[in-house]
Nanobody
């Protein structure tokens, strides 16, 4: 399994970004793909998760209403749409996957990780 995260960059507060995670190496019908983030000096935290088999999504409670997760129907790519960004959203964003049914928030449950993409929100 290979995961390639992209789409990070510098954005002003209030702006939007869309991150992409391209997955390859197998079919992902029985997989979960999730986004995590790690801000400077903080632990890695769950952002959003997606279940390939039925398009179920889960967004971290604190990000509801601003972040959404979706996929490209033609490609094995999952997107994280981030709106209304603020400086607290500055972090390295990672995509990760696990072969399972439940979308869990515990990073130790995920077996494969992408390299991360940096999002910087300026005030």
């Amino acid at each position: 399994v290979q995961l390639q995260a992209s789409g990070g960059g510098l954005v002003q507060a209030g702006g939007s970004l869309r991150l992409s995670c391209a997955a390859s190496g197998r079919t992902f019908n029985n997989y979960i793909l999730a986004w995590f983030r790690q801000a400077p000096g903080k632990e890695r935290e769950f952002v959003a998760g997606f279940r390939w088999s039925d398009d179920f999504t889960r967004i971290a409670d604190s990000l509801q209403g601003r972040f959404t997760i979706s996929r490209d129907n033609a490609e094995s790519t999952v997107y994280l749409q981030m709106n209304g960004l603020n400086t607290e959203d500055t972090a390295i964003y990672y995509c990760a996957t696990r072969q399972a049914y439940l979308v869990t928030i515990n990073q130790t449950h995920y077996t494969h990780w992408g390299q991360g993409t940096l999002v910087t929100v300026s005030s």
